[in-house]
């Protein structure tokens, strides 16, 4: 396990999912946590349940990520209430599908703003708060790489921002040692995509290991990425999509 006792992380949408298992990982590795949900208070709550019960301090934020205000609020909130922040995962997502003909501008300004503002915002208030060894982790998505099948333009196009993010902070922020990296999962069996759903089999094709991967298996290499093992790992765009990009 990565040590990290002592650090304070912020993971947005970590009241389910992938999001879930990053806080869960990371307070089980010794960190204090602060999740935001939009809407999932009760989710939310189980999982500071689980953090605490861990021995770790932890704190639910409601905020939306489609409202910069909100998730701004959301890095200054995790400060205040755990002292400090070490670690931001910027995790909170959708996945709109459909052709793309079909996308309205309201579902492209609201997509952009979940998947590529939220992250550049919340990295902005974060960043006076990071020290020396500080990290930014975004968990992006493998078909922002490669696109095997229609309907995703949208979803690949909010993703792929992420790339350019992460490669120019890794520059700006460095020379004060704050790392900044991109975690591209694949099929990952969470309720948004779940393992035995109806368009599982063609996804679990689509990979070399022949299946889909578990939220706790993108946790840890968010965790490897927030721990000491990730000191010099910047700039990096990292997938674990069991081999689908191969």
Known sequence: ????????????GGSRGIGAAVALRLARDGADVAITYRSAADQAALVVKEIEQLGRRAL???A???DAAAVGSAVDAAVTELGRLDVLVNNAGVFPYGPFEEVTLDELDRTLAIHARAAFVAAQAASPHLGSDGRIISIGSNLAERVPFPGIALYAMSKSALLGLTRALARELG?????V???????TDTDMNPADGDSAEHQRSLTALGRYQTADEVAATVAHLAGPGGRTITGASLLVDA???A
């Open 175 to 179: 020379p004060r040692g704050i790392t």
């Open 1 to 12: 396990m990565d040590d990290l006792t002592g650090r304070v992380a912020l993971v947005t």
């Open 64 to 66: 939306d990520s489609a």
């Open 60 to 62: 639910a934020v409601q």
């Open 243 to 245: 081999g689908t990009n």
């Open 181 to 187: 990296n991109l975690v591209q999962p694949g099929s």
